[in-house]
Structures are given as structure tokens and as C-alpha cells.
């Protein structure tokens, strides 16, 4: 039987320096990304997008944001809940003051309103084809995603670099899969 949870820290040892790596070789990517969001969303439909404020060599989503936003679309970014191990999403504006929270993340102030997303953009460390996707190993992402979806349909969105996928991400019954990627190379339905 293979270990999947082994398979995983070997993965993302690999693909944290992978995605290093692209990130300091990326010029336009962000733009890209963001005409690429844009692009899927007249597929995927409106409603409230959670984003995410990047950390590390997280792909910067900032511009998308603020895209986002200025077409007047409701946009939120995560906050950690850490004792709950999972995520809240609360309201977020472009001047907005964000606060450190836990692991690095920078995230809106406690008073922020929250904002259950319908569609969720999640930063990866890999990805593959059918919607499996790497991340920390924390799974806050999952448990959340995983309520979320019991309560209303959530789209969920990995955002990455074009090259941090991989041929196949080893998944386990707690993971949960992505509806769409979108690089700065393309946007993909990855689930029906």
C-alpha cells in the first residue's frame, strides 16, 4: 500500500521550490492570471469571491483583487481560525488595513463583515488535471471548502503557475478537488 501522506511531503518539498523558482521568473504573470479569472468567470458565473492575500511565493493575486473589486464584485479574504483549523471569510476593499495573522498570512481586521463565498480562489503548491491539488498540509482549506459545500454550491478555483502541475496529486477521502485552475497561461474546467 502506498503512503499517501509520505507522497505528499515529498511533493510539496519539491513543488515549494518549484513554484519559488517560477515565481521570481514571473514578469506579466499577474495580469495574465487576472484577464485569465475574468475570462472563467463569464463561465463560472458572479456572486462573492473569496480571494486571498499571497504569502511567500504564493502567485499575487493583488491586481486580481483590485479587478475585481473595481468591477464591483464582493470581495473577501480569508482568516484563520487556528484553533478551529479552518477558514472565515470576511469583506475586504482596497484600502483596507489587513492584520497579521497566523502562519504569515496578513488578513482583515476582526470586525470585518463576513462573506460566505460562493466562489473560491485557493493558492496551490501543485495541481493535476482532474482537480487535485497540493497545498500546506494544514487542511484548513479542505475542512472549509468541505463545509462550505454542504451548505450551498461553492466553485472552487486553484490559482498557480502553469508549471506547478503535476501528473497526478495523491488524494485521500478528506480532499477536496478544485472546479477550475486558472494560471497566467490559461483557465481550465477541471470537474463537471
Known amino acids: 500500500?502506498?503512503?499517501?501522506a509520505a507522497q505528499k511531503i515529498r511533493i510539496r518539498a519539491y513543488s515549494k521550490k518549484k513554484r519559488a523558482l517560477l515565481s521570481a521568473s514571473a514578469t506579466s504573470a499577474a495580469a495574465d492570471l487576472a484577464d485569465n479569472f475574468?475570462?472563467?468567470l463569464t463561465i463560472i458565473g458572479d456572486g462573492n469571491i473569496a480571494g486571498y492575500w499571497p504569502i511567500s511565493t504564493e502567485f499575487d493575486v493583488k491586481p486580481l483583487l483590485q479587478k475585481l473589486s473595481c468591477a464591483g464584485i464582493t470581495v473577501s479574504l480569508p482568516a484563520v481560525i487556528p484553533d478551529q483549523k479552518r477558514l472565515v471569510f470576511?469583506?475586504?476593499s482596497e484600502n483596507m488595513q489587513l492584520v497579521k495573522g497566523p502562519?504569515?498570512?496578513?488578513q482583515p481586521v476582526g470586525s470585518s463583515a463576513l462573506i460566505p463565498p460562493d466562489i473560491l480562489m485557493i493558492p496551490l503548491l501543485a495541481?493535476?488535471?482532474a482537480g487535485g491539488r497540493l497545498g500546506y498540509g494544514g487542511g484548513?482549506?479542505?475542512?472549509t471548502l468541505a463545509e462550505l459545500r454542504k451548505e450551498k454550491k461553492v466553485t472552487a478555483v486553484g490559482i498557480?503557475?502553469?508549471g506547478q502541475e503535476i501528473n497526478e496529486v495523491p488524494t485521500c477521502s478528506s480532499d477536496q478537488r478544485l472546479?477550475?485552475?486558472v494560471t497566467e497561461a490559461d483557465n481550465r474546467k477541471v470537474r463537471v
Do not use: K
Open 38 to 40: 475574468m475570462e472563467a
Open 90 to 92: 470576511q469583506g475586504w
Open 1 to 4: 500500500m502506498i503512503d499517501v
Open 103 to 106: 502562519y504569515g498570512t496578513l
Open 127 to 129: 495541481f493535476d488535471s
Open 160 to 162: 498557480a503557475y502553469a
Open 140 to 143: 484548513y482549506y479542505d475542512r
Open 179 to 181: 472546479d477550475w485552475i
